[in-house]
C-alpha cells in the first residue's frame, strides 16, 4: 500500500523496473481518479522518452490545469518543488491567531494524494519538496516511489524495498 507506506524503492535490472513501475503507474491511473491521485514525475532527461506516454494521463495535470508534473530537468523539478511545499506547508500546518501550529492529521484527511516518481535519487535529493518527504515521519498524503539500481546510494529515511528481477516482484 503506498500510501501507508510512502517512502518506497523499486530495485532491480532496468527493465524489469521499467515493467514493474509501468504497471503500477496504470493500475493507479485506473482505480484513482484524476482528482483523488496526483502523478508527479521528476526524471532524467535522457529516460525521458520511456515516460512520454504518463504525460497526457490527467493525473499528471494540477486541478487548475496550469501546471503539469513532469520534470526532466533540475530547474522544472526545482520549479514544481515551489507549488508542491506550498501544499505540502498547508497540509503540515495550521494557521492559529497568525501562528503556525502543527496539524495532526494524515494523507486521508487530505486530497488529492501527490505520488512522486524519481528514477535518480542523487540529483533530486537536494529538492526541497523531497527532502521535507523523506524528513516527515507522518504521511499528509505525499509518497515518493524512487528506482534505484541497488540499496546503496539512499537516504536513510527510506526503508521499504521491492525488488524485481524477472521471476519475482
Known sequence: NLAERNKLVLIGEKQYKETMLKSMILQ????????????????????????ENFKMLPHTWSDSKDIRFYA??????????FYLEQVFTARKY???????VERNATYR??????????????????????????????????????????ISNLPNEINDFLTVDGTTG
Not at 72 to 81: F, I
Not at 94 to 100: I, L, R, V
Open 28 to 51: 493507479l491511473a485506473t482505480y484513482q481518479a484524476y482528482n483523488d491521485l496526483k502523478l508527479v514525475f521528476m526524471i532524467n532527461e535522457p529516460q525521458g522518452d520511456m515516460w
Open 72 to 81: 526532466t530537468n533540475y530547474e522544472d523539478m526545482s520549479k514544481l518543488s
Open 94 to 100: 495550521s494557521d492559529e491567531d497568525g501562528k503556525q
Open 109 to 150: 484527511n487530505f486530497q488529492p494524494y501527490y505520488l512522486i516518481i524519481v528514477d535518480n535519487i542523487k540529483k533530486v535529493k537536494s529538492i526541497d519538496i523531497i527532502d521535507k518527504i523523506l524528513k516527515e515521519e507522518t504521511n499528509i498524503g505525499f509518497g515518493l516511489l524512487v528506482l534505484n539500481d541497488g
